[in-house]
C-alpha cells in the first residue's frame, strides 16, 4: 500500500498518533508486515497482509491518512521473488 500526501495537506502530530495506533492494531492481528515513510517523497509505504484485494482496500479505507483525506492510497500486489520459490522458478 504506498501513501502520498495529497496537495495542500498536511499531517498533524494527532494524526499520525492515530495512524501509528492503527499500525499497532494491524500488527496485533498479524496483518502488518512492514511500515515506514520514505525519505525522499512525501508520503510512505505499508506491507500488509491480506487474502485478497478486497480485505487489502477495506484496510488501506480504514487507514486514518486515508480517513481523513490527507493522503490517498494505491494498492500494489507484490510477489516475491526468493530462494523458497526459486526466484519464481527462474533461478
Do not use: Q
Not at 44 to 57: D, H, L, P, R
Not at 80 to 85: A, G, I, Q
Amino acid at each position: 500500500m504506498l501513501l502520498t500526501l495529497n496537495p495542500g495537506k498536511e499531517l498533524t502530530e494527532k494524526l499520525i498518533k492515530e495512524h501509528v495506533h492503527y499500525l499497532k492494531k494491524l500488527e496485533s492481528e498479524n496483518k502488518l508486515e512492514l511500515c515506514g515513510p520514505f525519505s525522499d517523497y512525501k508520503g510512505g509505504m505499508i506491507i500488509i497482509k491480506a487474502k485478497s484485494y478486497e480485505e487489502a482496500k477495506e484496510i488501506a479505507e480504514l487507514d486514518p491518512f486515508v480517513i481523513s483525506r490527507v493522503e490517498s492510497y494505491e494498492i500494489r500486489t507484490w510477489e516475491l521473488s526468493c530462494k523458497e520459490n526459486n526466484h519464481m522458478g527462474m533461478g
